[in-house]
């Protein structure tokens, strides 16, 4: 019998712990998953000290980056990411990271084409967005960063023109505004200029029709939750903790 589970902040609206108690039930295995909501990223060894039967964590909002100086070694993708979502603790104790996201999001993507133009906005800049900006490189995606400060490699949300939104056909939200509880939330942007050109992708998946999902819908875009993209890496991590 092996222990998972998740690393995060207010983590009780995840989906992941769902998604691999069904899988162990479903299999007649005896392995178990955890949340392990934590006030900061430092509480990790202590977590790990605790369960010596942990195997593998997935690591959530806000801890993707600040977790990768207490890993022993990062995997080469998820060094180019930035961002770690998957860490296996080996036998000796040793803790490797993974990204799975960005797989998770390309496999997801996928079911989305054809796009009118290979044009982006990602909203964020957080370990989450990192990934999504490495799967659009690869895709050889056009795509600008929106935060809330515009800075070199940004734009802020108050820069947001009509002319940059019709130009940028998928727009993905990569922030947290609009998880459950604060499903009232939304990113700030003019949505008044959405068309059905547009795709709006949202990495929320609880609930399943964010606000701003479903202000793209109501002008005509096509939108996708972010329930494919957490079972894609759900069963990429699987895979990487099972190796």
């Not at 299999?27 to 202590?46: A, G, M, T």
């Not at 990271?97 to 496999?107: C, E, P, R, S």
């Not at 370990?127 to 659009?136: D, F, T």
Request: some cysteine; aromatic content about 12%; charged content about 25%.
């Amino acid at each position: 019998m092996a222990k998972y589970g998740l690393i995060g902040k207010k983590i009780d609206y995840s989906f992941s712990k769902t998604f691999f108690s069904i899988k162990f039930e479903q299999e007649n295995r005896q392995d178990s998953y955890h949340n392990f909501d934590i006030p900061c990223i430092e509480e990790l060894p202590e977590i790990i000290a605790k369960h010596e039967d942990l195997k593998g964590l997935n690591v959530t909002i806000p801890y993707k980056e600040a977790v990768i100086p207490l890993l022993d070694k990062v995997d080469k993708e998820a060094q180019k990411i930035g961002a770690v979502n998957t860490i296996k603790i080996q036998r000796d104790g040793r803790l490797i990271g993974y990204n799975t996201d960005h797989y998770g999001f390309a496999k997801a993507l996928a079911n989305l084409f054809p796009i009118t133009e290979k044009t982006a906005l990602i909203l964020g800049n957080g370990g989450a967005a990192k990934a999504i900006a490495y799967v659009l490189d690869a895709m050889q995606f056009d795509y600008k960063i929106v935060s809330r400060e515009s800075s070199e490699t940004t734009i802020s949300y108050e820069s947001l023109t009509q002319g940059i939104i019709t130009s940028h056909s998928l727009i993905i939200n990569c922030t947290p505004l609009g998880t459950f509880p604060n499903i009232q939330e939304c990113p700030d942007i003019p949505y008044h200029y959405l068309t059905k050109d547009h795709v709006l992708f949202d990495l929320i998946y609880n609930p399943r029709e964010t606000e701003f999902l479903k202000r793209g819908f109501a002008k005509g875009a096509r939108v996708s939750n972010g329930l494919k993209m957490l079972e894609y890496q759900a069963k990429k991590s699987w895979k990487i903790w099972k190796s």
